[in-house]
């Protein structure tokens, strides 16, 4: 099993995620639940991390090995190298395609 390390930039995506979804939408247990989620999913790349595919305009933007994988509406983008997933950053799908 890998690690996962987060950078500074996907642990400030967390925070302004879980802001929007508590104080914007006001919606605090629906922010909790999401986040919860959303760290569930981060931790599976730790065993399949590198059977997702690759896609070019991930691959531009943020290094030639970066990945992706969906996660209800955000894109979670990563590096997986040896025995480590660096999540790079946590975006709204939207931004992506």
Known sequence: MRKIILSTDAQIDIVDLKNHIKQKL???????????????????LAVYGDIFGVNEFIQTKFG??????????MTIIYIVENDVVYIKRIIASSLIY
């Not at 006001?26 to 931790?43: F, G, H, M, N, S």
């Open 26 to 44: 006001k919606a605090p247990q629906t922010a909790a639940d999401y986040i919860r989620d959303l760290k569930a999913e981060v931790k599976k």
């Open 64 to 73: 030639n090995n970066a990945r992706h994988i969906t996660f209800k509406k």
